[in-house]
């Protein structure tokens, strides 16, 4: 069964530095999104990604945060100076198509800041 | 979109049938119901949705009123692989994110 793949699992870096996750969508799906979740919090949406551009985002997703797909199959959210709070979960998905379709997530990395 | 109720926590016998509710009482004509769930800490895997209709694949039935003000996610044999977080979603056709409410926390017990 196809699924949505995340990479590295878990990632540990030091606050201010730059980091990129990693996501392969599943090969044929157009609507991408990140979502994050805080140890013991609700899965936020932070945004979301079709033809090549941003086409909504939340209010978490400020300047420090980027996503960008730069080839066919990955798709990325890099942190450009990471801060304690942004430690979490995050999770890619992806859906077929727009409308009443589910998305499939992926396994998630979780980004610890120190 | 609109916003769901859900008990905070079940408890459910290991092969009996796990019944969640979800109450959406100001839920609009084109918002659908999708039911998610979330095992410890992996990323949320798709249930089911439905509209007005019940729906019913190979993991779940979704039983929603005829008012559509609520719904209930059966299980109909729960293992213990089906503890998790389970969320109640409504959401527009054509709508884009997932808003995640914090769900009901379904344990099940042998």
């Known amino acids: 069964e196809p699924e949505v793949t995340q990479t590295p699992s878990h990632q540990v870096t030091q606050m201010g530095q730059e980091v990129i996750l990693r996501c392969v969508p599943i090969?044929?799906?157009?609507?991408f999104y990140w979502y994050r979740q805080i140890l013991g919090q609700k899965v936020e949406f932070l945004v979301s990604?079709?033809?090549?551009?941003?086409?909504?985002k939340s209010e978490i997703f400020d300047d420090q945060f980027s996503v960008e797909r730069p080839d066919g199959s990955n798709f990325t959210l890099k942190i450009r100076s990471t801060k304690l709070e942004d430690s979490a979960m995050y999770f890619c998905?992806?859906?077929?198509?727009?409308?009443?379709?589910?998305?499939?997530f992926g396994q998630g990395t979780r980004l610890t800041v120190v | 979109d609109a916003k769901t109720t859900q008990p905070t926590s079940m408890d459910c016998a290991e092969g009996r049938a796990a019944n969640l509710p979800c109450n959406h009482s100001?839920?609009?004509?084109?918002?659908?119901v999708y039911w998610y769930r979330q095992i410890h800490s992996q990323g949320p895997q798709y249930i089911i949705h439905?509209?007005?209709n019940n729906e019913t694949n190979e993991m779940a039935s979704l039983i929603i009123t005829e008012d559509r003000k609520s719904s209930t996610l059966i299980l109909p044999h729960a293992t213990l692989r089906d503890t998790a977080v389970y969320y109640c979603?409504?959401?527009?056709?054509?709508?884009?994110?997932?808003?995640f409410g914090a769900g009901t926390i379904l344990r099940v017990k042998s």
């Open positions: 439905g509209l007005k």
């Open positions: 979603i409504v959401r527009v056709e054509y709508g884009n994110k997932l808003v």
């Open positions: 100001t839920i609009s004509g084109n918002e659908y």
């Open positions: 990604f079709y033809n090549n551009e941003i086409s909504e």
């Open positions: 998905a992806s859906n077929p198509r727009g409308g009443v379709t589910e998305a499939f």
């Open positions: 090969s044929n799906h157009l609507y």
